[in-house]
């Protein structure tokens, strides 16, 4: 069972995703973010609280291969860090980024999550995956930014189109769309 719950910035996505393994113990928390600066170190600080004690948390900026143990779930959290990570590792020489790095950022941030899809398949694991919708908002003013958001947009169009479930939180509200 996959399922991805994306929203908006502070939209209850996290919170949600953690409660469908409420009644689990055995679960691995794939946490994709780095901690560069003070406020990012606070936001980590608050999902770690947020986090059961019995869970396993592998801290996955950008490798995903092996991360599942025999857990019953796994939750990463979040798609949109992982793409932000491996884009800039791929493409932080430029300024403006070409087609083909882009398309090569893509690719790879879509064989990364394919893989964790399969190996969560394969060993009966369900696997959570949140992820921001990102197309709600104005158009970037500067490159990077569209290629971002453009690369995001298409692995979550890809995500929802591979999970079994698939749910929208607005206002900390989940809505079952898929």
């Given amino acids: 069972m996959v399922i991805l719950v994306t929203?908006?910035?502070?939209?209850g996505k996290s919170q949600f995703a953690q409660s469908l393994f409420a009644e689990n113990e055995r679960v691995v928390y794939v946490a994709t973010a780095e901690i560069y600066d003070?406020?990012?170190?606070?936001?980590?600080?608050?999902?770690?609280r947020m986090r059961p004690d019995t869970w396993r948390t592998e801290e996955r900026p950008r490798e995903l291969s092996g991360v599942l143990a025999g857990e019953e779930g796994c939750l990463?959290?979040?798609?949109?860090?992982?793409t932000s990570n491996i884009m800039?590792?791929?493409t932080a020489q430029?300024?403006?980024i070409p087609q083909k790095a882009q398309e090569e950022t893509e690719a790879e941030v879509k064989r990364q999550l394919?893989?964790?899809i399969d190996a969560a398949n394969d060993a009966g694991c369900r696997l959570v995956l949140v992820t921001n919708e990102l197309g709600s908002g104005i158009v970037p003013e500067h490159h990077v930014s569209r290629v971002f958001r453009d690369i995001a947009g298409r692995v979550n169009q890809h995500l929802a189109r591979r999970a079994d479930q698939v749910y929208l939180c607005v206002s900390g509200i989940p809505i079952k769309i898929k």
């Fill in 7 to 11: 929203g908006g910035a502070r939209s």
């Fill in 38 to 48: 003070e406020e990012m170190a606070q936001r980590v600080n608050l999902h770690r």
């Fill in 76 to 82: 990463l959290d979040c798609v949109t860090v992982l």
């Fill in 88 to 90: 800039f590792a791929h």
């Fill in 94 to 96: 430029y300024e403006r």
């Fill in 114 to 116: 394919d893989s964790l």
